[in-house]
């Protein structure tokens, strides 16, 4: 069954209402899935840039001890000539900014820790830094700088670390992925190059001579710094360009500019170190990177100010989308729904009209018409059905009339019928006449499918010779009645004018039969088989069913007649396929003729009665009389057909020798 026949199927054994309930059932699958598809794919986003928040905002205090840790490194290399006390107080001061801000990051990082896999992180640089209060007193000067070095490498780390999984480095939109650039890679990466700049230029101011390797590091990363800060300005700008709330470049140009050109200054003054004979003032390296440094912390806060509210405003965008969508989805589902329904509605409504008025129809109301507006396809089908109404009217009274002579006609071919099938019952042998056959037990049965059969047997006595036949005309009813009764006066014409030649018998039987068919112009033909009998002797002639011979000694032998004759009525000429067979009867020997009725006879489960067990039932029953033989093959036959209707005539012909 292919696709299009198989839905046609499942639809057309389906009411309507079932049908409205699988449609809309599977109308709200891919609906639904697409829903949820979408606003699951728009939670994604908020969780995304919920996440960058979050990451934005573990940042800020990380932010501050990168600003005051560097300094702490930087005191250790204060002149020799400076106030201890007043150095004492510039630590102690600065140790309990960074105490602050690690207080703060405590608190952040319960809050996010989790979120943002960092707890192991922070405890590893919390404890680096409990080491260091504790101990810096007892630490020699380069004990004191590398502990302060680890701890801004670590800090580093862990904003790294918190930029990686809060998503800040996969920002899909420029404007806010150039902020993220800004405050997670370039600002800090200069800031880190700024604190070394000015821990170098310190170190150089306390020495009389420096090295040329150190003059050589600091143009290096003056070069560095220089190539950041123009990447910087680059990719702001960018940002600036695919802003569209348009708040970046009103708050971070000024800064930006700002931070730029301290930039380029520091750079420009560094750019002296190149000539070797040039006098260097380190102080003024360590005063400016000193203000490059401010310079970049106050943008990197007003830039990460900016970066979450940019961020804040995408979550509201999307959820704005999510309500959005969510109320238009509401909206188009609840006017899909009141169409669905007015469409049920109406089509029940026009399904329920039509029932109303086919029900009155069959009562004989055909003057009932349906009154519907509609226009659609179920118009078409009431303006049909009206038509139909309109119709029926017209041929009402012609139906009558016929009717009436139809009444007329069926009496009359029920009393035509009856005539035929009174005369088939009259022409059939008597009891009295199988009685008066010498030699053999004789028993017949015959009964037909319909009101008249086509089968039929004979058994006739004429001057000392006895005449059986049996036979099968095709199709029932009054035609197949009429060739049988033709048949029997045939055999019965022959054997009164003493003709004991088979092919002769044959042929005038078929002859006749062949002229009246033609005449009657009706598609019959009759099988017909005939046994001559005398003293024992059996003389077979004919094409019929097989015949069933068993003997006293219960040995059975079966005859086939497809090669002793040919159908009667089907060919004008039929002499050459009539032969004869002679089979010797002994007392107590069973023969039995029957037509396919028997053998073909169905029960509910479509099962054939089948030769087999016929001949099951003459062996079991063989030492019986006729009679009895044949009782019990027709209760055997009723017993497997049952309850199922019998559709071909029935008949059977059991002789036994005396």
Same mark, same amino acid.
């Given at each position: 069954?292919?696709?299009?026949?198989?839905?046609?199927?499942?639809?057309?054994?389906?009411?309507?209402?079932?049908?409205?309930?699988?449609?809309?059932?599977?109308?709200?699958?891919?609906?639904?899935?697409?829903?949820?598809?979408?606003?699951?794919?728009?939670?994604?986003?908020?969780?995304?840039?919920?996440?960058?928040?979050?990451?934005?905002?573990?940042?800020?205090?990380?932010?501050?001890?990168?600003?005051?840790?560097?300094?702490?490194?930087?005191?250790?290399?204060?002149?020799?000539?400076?106030?201890?006390?007043?150095?004492?107080?510039?630590?102690?001061?600065?140790?309990?900014?960074?105490?602050?801000?690690?207080?703060?990051?405590?608190?952040?990082?319960?809050?996010?820790?989790?979120?943002?896999?960092?707890?192991?992180?922070?405890?590893?640089?919390?404890?680096?830094?409990?080491?260091?209060?504790?101990?810096?007193?007892?630490?020699?000067?380069?004990?004191?700088?590398?502990?302060?070095?680890?701890?801004?490498?670590?800090?580093?780390?862990?904003?790294?670390?918190?930029?990686?999984?809060?998503?800040?480095?996969?920002?899909?939109?420029?404007?806010?992925?150039?902020?993220?650039?800004?405050?997670?890679?370039?600002?800090?990466?200069?800031?880190?190059?700024?604190?070394?700049?000015?821990?170098?230029?310190?170190?150089?101011?306390?020495?009389?001579?420096?090295?040329?390797?150190?003059?050589?590091?600091?143009?290096?990363?003056?070069?560095?710094?220089?190539?950041?800060?123009?990447?910087?300005?680059?990719?702001?700008?960018?940002?600036?360009?695919?802003?569209?709330?348009?708040?970046?470049?009103?708050?971070?140009?000024?800064?930006?500019?700002?931070?730029?050109?301290?930039?380029?200054?520091?750079?420009?003054?560094?750019?002296?170190?190149?000539?070797?004979?040039?006098?260097?003032?380190?102080?003024?390296?360590?005063?400016?990177?000193?203000?490059?440094?401010?310079?970049?912390?106050?943008?990197?806060?007003?830039?990460?100010?900016?970066?979450?509210?940019?961020?804040?405003?995408?979550?509201?965008?999307?959820?704005?989308?999510?309500?959005?969508?969510?109320?238009?989805?509401?909206?188009?589902?609840?006017?899909?729904?009141?169409?669905?329904?007015?469409?049920?509605?109406?089509?029940?409504?026009?399904?329920?009209?039509?029932?109303?008025?086919?029900?009155?129809?069959?009562?004989?109301?055909?003057?009932?018409?349906?009154?519907?507006?509609?226009?659609?396809?179920?118009?078409?089908?009431?303006?049909?059905?009206?038509?139909?109404?309109?119709?029926?009217? $017209?041929? #009402?009274?012609? =139906?009558?009339?016929?009717?009436? +002579?139809? %009444?007329? @006609?069926?009496?009359?071919?029920? &009393?035509? *019928?009856?005539?035929?099938?009174?005369?088939?019952?009259?022409?059939?042998?008597?009891?009295?006449?199988?009685?008066?056959?010498?030699?053999?037990?004789?028993?017949?049965?015959?009964?037909?499918?319909?009101?008249?059969?086509?089968?039929?047997?004979?058994?006739?006595?004429?001057?000392?010779?006895?005449?059986?036949?049996?036979?099968?005309?095709?199709?029932?009813?009054?035609?197949?009645?009429?060739?049988?009764?033709?048949?029997?006066?045939?055999?019965?014409?022959?054997?009164?004018?003493?003709?004991?030649?088979?092919?002769?018998?044959?042929? $005038?039987? #078929?002859?006749? =039969?062949?002229?009246?068919?033609? +005449?009657? %112009?009706? @598609?019959?033909?009759?099988?017909? &088989?005939? *046994?001559?009998?005398?003293?024992?002797?059996?003389?077979?002639?004919?094409?019929?069913?097989?015949?069933?011979?068993?003997?006293?000694?219960?040995?059975?032998?079966?005859?086939?007649?497809?090669?002793?004759?040919?159908?009667?009525?089907?060919?004008?000429?039929?002499?050459?396929?009539?032969?004869?067979?002679?089979?010797?009867?002994?007392?107590?020997?069973?023969?039995?003729?029957?037509?396919?009725?028997?053998?073909?006879?169905?029960?509910?489960?479509?099962?054939?009665?089948?030769?087999?067990?016929?001949?099951?039932?003459?062996?079991?029953?063989?030492?019986?009389?006729?009679?009895?033989?044949?009782?019990?093959?027709?209760?055997?036959?009723?017993?497997?057909?049952?309850?199922?209707?019998?559709?071909?005539?029935?008949?059977?012909?059991?002789?036994?020798?005396?």
């Amino acid at each position: 069954m292919s696709r299009k026949s198989l839905g046609i199927h499942l639809m057309n054994r389906l009411s309507y209402p079932q049908k409205f309930t699988l449609i809309g059932f599977l109308f709200a699958i891919p609906l639904t899935l697409v829903m949820y598809l979408l606003i699951s794919e728009i939670n994604s986003r908020v969780d995304f840039a919920q996440k960058e928040i979050y990451g934005n905002e573990y940042l800020r205090p990380l932010r501050q001890l990168r600003q005051y840790i560097p300094k702490l490194q930087l005191l250790n290399y204060q002149p020799l000539n400076t106030n201890l006390s007043a150095q004492e107080d510039t630590i102690a001061d600065l140790e309990a900014k960074i105490d602050a801000n690690f207080q703060s990051l405590v608190y952040t990082d319960r809050q996010l820790g989790k979120e943002l896999v960092s707890s192991d992180y922070f405890n590893k640089i919390y404890h680096t830094w409990q080491k260091f209060k504790l101990r810096r007193s007892q630490w020699s000067r380069e004990t004191y700088d590398f502990v302060c070095q680890n701890l801004t490498d670590n800090i580093n780390r862990l904003s790294a670390h918190v930029g990686d999984i809060s998503n800040l480095i996969l920002d899909p939109d420029l404007d806010t992925y150039y902020l993220m650039d800004a405050t997670l890679l370039k600002i800090p990466e200069m800031q880190k190059i700024l604190s070394e700049i000015r821990l170098i230029s310190q170190k150089n101011s306390l020495v009389s001579y420096v090295k040329p390797e150190k003059r050589a590091k600091l143009i290096t990363l003056a070069g560095k710094l220089r190539e950041l800060n123009q990447d910087l300005a680059i990719n702001m700008e960018v940002g600036f360009s695919n802003n569209r709330h348009g708040n970046l470049r009103s708050k971070l140009s000024d800064k930006l500019t700002k931070f730029n050109s301290v930039v380029e200054l520091l750079t420009a003054q560094l750019d002296k170190l190149i000539n070797p004979t040039a006098v260097v003032e380190y102080y003024a390296y360590l005063d400016g990177s000193e203000r490059v440094l401010d310079s970049s912390f106050e943008l990197w806060d007003e830039t990460s100010n900016e970066l979450d509210f940019l961020l804040h405003k995408r979550i509201e965008s999307f959820i704005r989308k999510k309500v959005f969508i969510s109320f238009l989805v509401l909206i188009s589902l609840l006017i899909v729904i009141y169409l669905f329904v007015a469409f049920y509605r109406s089509v029940m409504q026009t399904v329920f009209v039509l029932d109303e008025a086919s029900k009155k129809m069959a009562s004989g109301n055909v003057d009932h018409k349906i009154i519907l507006d509609n226009r659609d396809e179920l118009g078409q089908v009431v303006a049909a059905f009206n038509k139909i109404a309109d119709a029926l009217v $017209a041929a #009402n009274q012609e =139906i009558t009339v016929l009717n009436d +002579r139809l %009444k007329a @006609d069926n009496l009359r071919m029920s &009393a035509e *019928l009856d005539v035929t099938r009174k005369i088939q019952q009259m022409l059939l042998p008597k009891d009295r006449e199988l009685k008066e056959v010498m030699g053999l037990d004789i028993a017949g049965f015959m009964e037909a499918a319909d009101e008249v059969g086509g089968d039929y047997y004979d058994v006739l006595q004429h001057k000392g010779r006895v005449k059986i036949g049996i036979g099968d005309v095709t199709g029932h009813g009054l035609e197949s009645g009429v060739v049988m009764i033709m048949v029997q006066t045939a055999v019965r014409t022959l054997l009164a004018y003493n003709e004991s030649d088979p092919v002769k018998f044959f042929s $005038a039987i #078929n002859s006749v =039969i062949y002229d009246n068919i033609q +005449r009657m %112009k009706c @598609d019959r033909n009759a099988s017909l &088989a005939l *046994l001559d009998y005398q003293q024992g002797m059996l003389k077979l002639s004919g094409q019929h069913e097989e015949m069933i011979v068993v003997r006293s000694n219960g040995c059975v032998e079966r005859f086939d007649t497809i090669d002793l004759g040919f159908p009667i009525g089907l060919d004008a000429d039929i002499a050459e396929f009539v032969a004869e067979t002679i089979v010797q009867l002994y007392s107590g020997d069973v023969v039995v003729l029957y037509t396919d009725g028997i053998t073909e006879a169905k029960n509910m489960d479509k099962l054939l009665y089948g030769l087999e067990r016929l001949i099951k039932v003459i062996e079991i029953n063989s030492q019986r009389s006729a009679a009895e033989i044949r009782q019990a093959v027709i209760n055997d036959v009723r017993s497997h057909i049952g309850e199922q209707k019998v559709f071909d005539d029935i008949t059977l012909l059991v002789l036994k020798q005396k």
